[in-house]
C-alpha cells in the first residue's frame, strides 16, 4: 500500500513546489522527490489520502485528457514540451498527475526523449510508445491529441459502467444508516415497553431484541463494528474471487468483456496508427488488459504475429470473442486497418452504452425492492409486536 505525503521542496533554481506524493515510506517518498530534480524541506503524513488512494488506479483521467491535449496543441504550433509541462502545475490538479510532471521534466533535463521521460515518470506504457512512434515521424503532437481524445472516450466508458452501481449503493448506504439507528435507539424502546407490559412476542422477534440488546451493552465496539464493515465489503467486493462470481452472471460478463475489448482496441489502433508494430502493440495492449481472458488472447495475437502470420488470421486463432473477429476481418477487408479497427470499437461502445442502460433499468429495480423487504423486515421486527398487542387489547 502506498502512503500518501503532502511535501514542500525547491528546485535548483530555487523554485518553490508543494504537493502530494506517493509510496511506500517517508524514506521512498523522499528518493521520489530526489530522482524529480526537487529538494524536500518537509514532508507530512497524510492518512485521509491515504485511505482514499485505495480505491484510486493511476492518474486522475480529466486532468490526463487536458495535459495530453495541451502539450498536443503547443507541439503543433511549434512551442516546447518543457514549456509546456512547466505550465501545467497551473491547471493539474491531480497530485499523482502533478508529481509525473515533475519527474518527467527532470527526466527531459537530463536528456530523455519524450517517450523515455513518460516511461521514467510512470505514464501508461501504451502512451510512451505511441510517442515514441511519433518522435520517428515528427507526429508527435497529432499523436497527444489522438491520446487524448482515446483517453477521454476510455474513461467516460467506465464511467458509464460504474454508474450502474450508484443506486444500489445509495440504497445500501441509506438502510445501513437506517439500521443502525433502528438498533440502537429504536429497537431499546420498543423491547423495554413489551416487557413493562408483559407481552409476549414470537421467537424470531425474542432473538433479534436479544442481539440488539448484547450491542446496545458494548456500544464502542458496536460503533466500531459498524464503521468497519463497509471497508470489509469493499476489500471482498474488489477481490479476485468476488469478480469471479460476478463473471458467472451472463449479462455481467458481456459487459465486462465488451468494455475491456473496447478500450483494447481503441489502444491497438492509435499505437498501430501511431506506426508501431502490431507485435510490439499486441504485447502492450496484453500488458494492458483488465481480464485474463483478454490478456490471453493478445498474448496468443503477439506469438502468431511473430511468425508472419495476417492480422485477421491471427486475430481468428487467438481465442478473440466473435464480435472482435468478425470486427477486424472487415476491418482488414476494407483496406483501412486503423479506420476499420476504430468503427470496430465504435460499434462495442454502442453495445457497452446499451448493455449498461439495461443493467441499470434491473438494478434500480431490484435496490428499490430491496429497499421495500428490508422496511417491511425492520417493521415486523419492531413495530408489529406493539400492533399486535394493540391490537389485541381493542
Not at 521520489?32 to 529538494?39: H, P, Q, T
Not at 460504474?162 to 444500489?168: G, H, K, N, Y
Not at 488472447?297 to 503477439?302: K, S
Not at 431490484?366 to 398487542?389: D, E, H, N, R, T
Amino acid at each position: 500500500m502506498e502512503l500518501a505525503y503532502s511535501y514542500s521542496a525547491v528546485d535548483a533554481q530555487g523554485k518553490l513546489y508543494r504537493g502530494v506524493v506517493y509510496a511506500g515510506n517517508a524514506d521512498l517518498a523522499y528518493s521520489k522527490l530526489r530522482r524529480g530534480g526537487v529538494n524536500p524541506s518537509r514532508l507530512t503524513r497524510r492518512w485521509l489520502a491515504s485511505v482514499a488512494n485505495l480505491w484510486s488506479d493511476g492518474f486522475e483521467q480529466k486532468d490526463l485528457v487536458r495535459l495530453y491535449r495541451v502539450l498536443g496543441r503547443r507541439l503543433q504550433t511549434g512551442r516546447s514540451m518543457d514549456d509546456g509541462l512547466a505550465l501545467a502545475f497551473r491547471f493539474i490538479r491531480d497530485p499523482k498527475l502533478r508529481h509525473a510532471i515533475l519527474l518527467m521534466r527532470q527526466a527531459m533535463f537530463d536528456g530523455r526523449r519524450e517517450h523515455e521521460a513518460l516511461t521514467l515518470a510512470g505514464f501508461p506504457r501504451r502512451d510512451a510508445m505511441v510517442v515514441r512512434a511519433a518522435e520517428r515521424s515528427g507526429r508527435t503532437g497529432e499523436m497527444l491529441l489522438s491520446l487524448s481524445e482515446e483517453t477521454a472516450r476510455r474513461s467516460s466508458l467506465r464511467a458509464g459502467v460504474r454508474s450502474t452501481l450508484r443506486m444500489p449503493l445509495m440504497t445500501g448506504a441509506v438502510m445501513y444508516l437506517f439500521s443502525f439507528g433502528m438498533i440502537r435507539w429504536v429497537t431499546p424502546r420498543t423491547a423495554a415497553f413489551l416487557d413493562n407490559i408483559g407481552a409476549s412476542t414470537p421467537g424470531f422477534t425474542q432473538a433479534y431484541f436479544a442481539c440488539a440488546k448484547i450491542l446496545n451493552e458494548h456500544p464502542a465496539a458496536f460503533i466500531s463494528l459498524y464503521a468497519l464493515a463497509p471497508m470489509v465489503l469493499f476489500l471482498i467486493a474488489r477481490s479476485s474471487h468476488a469478480r469471479k462470481m460476478a463473471d458467472q452472471i451472463g449479462p455481467l460478463r458481456e459487459l465486462s468483456v465488451k468494455t475491456d475489448h473496447a478500450c483494447l482496441w481503441a489502444g491497438f489502433s492509435l499505437l498501430y496508427d501511431a506506426a508501431v508494430p502490431p507485435v510490439e502493440a499486441a504485447r502492450i495492449m496484453a500488458e494492458a488488459a483488465e481480464r485474463a481472458d483478454s490478456k490471453l488472447a493478445f498474448n496468443r495475437l503477439e506469438r502468431l504475429l511473430q511468425t508472419g502470420m495476417y492480422l485477421d488470421d491471427a486475430v481468428e486463432r487467438s481465442s478473440f470473442p466473435p464480435f472482435i473477429v468478425d470486427g477486424i476481418r472487415a476491418a482488414v477487408s476494407g483496406g483501412g486497418v486503423v479506420e476499420g479497427i476504430r468503427d470496430m470499437t465504435g460499434d462495442i461502445i454502442e453495445d457497452v452504452e446499451q448493455l449498461t442502460r439495461s443493467i441499470s433499468d434491473h438494478v434500480n429495480i431490484g435496490s428499490i425492492l430491496g429497499l421495500s423487504i428490508a422496511l417491511v423486515g425492520f417493521f415486523f421486527l419492531s413495530y408489529y409486536p406493539m400492533l399486535s398487542v394493540a391490537m389485541k387489547n381493542v
